[in-house]
């Protein structure tokens, strides 16, 4: 098994059936620099950098909806849109868990629950851990996405011990 501190590169996946949900977070240790990468294709186009744009060797933390086994009824709605969301949810636990699958043929994975990944972050608080985490990045703004893949590279940088 590798050690840790082989890994220079740090990736955070959160994937998402929607359009232009698919987002990435990649934190290079050697210089404490994040890029961030919006797949507007979704899976097709994670794929083609999966296949041509990959680096050969990284640490991966991939959001998995999948391992969250709960329906989400606190949605309140009639019978339609509960079955719009039923289905959203569906698509997007089926995306995460073909993305985690891939990544394993080519990398060790955390495989993160939303769960695990815990609650969302404001701009503010992104914003305080990237200074708190002494990273920096060329992009001004994030978006809820980014933020969510961000927090993702996080956990593979200072949990590698969990991939598998």
Request: net charge positive; charged share 25%; aromatic share 10%.
């Amino acid at each position: 098994m590798r050690q840790a501190t082989k890994y220079n590169l740090f990736i955070g996946i959160d994937p998402a059936f929607r359009d232009n949900g698919f987002a990435m977070s990649i934190i290079d240790k050697t210089d404490n620099t994040v890029l961030f990468k919006m797949f507007k294709n979704g899976f097709l186009d994670f794929c083609s950098w999966f296949l041509h744009d990959s680096p050969a060797d990284a640490l991966i933390c991939v959001e998995n909806s999948n391992l969250q086994n709960k329906t989400f009824s606190y949605y309140k709605g009639n019978k339609n849109e509960m079955a719009r969301i039923s289905r959203s949810v569906g698509k997007n636990m089926a995306i995460s868990q073909c993305v985690v699958d891939l990544c394993k043929t080519k990398y060790k994975v955390v495989d993160c629950s939303p769960k695990m990944k815990g609650g969302k972050w404001s701009a503010k608080q992104y914003e305080a851990v990237m200074i708190q985490e002494k990273h920096t990045t060329s992009k001004k703004t994030s978006n809820q996405d980014e933020r969510d893949a961000y927090k993702l590279a996080l956990i593979a940088l200072k949990k590698p011990f969990l991939a598998v």
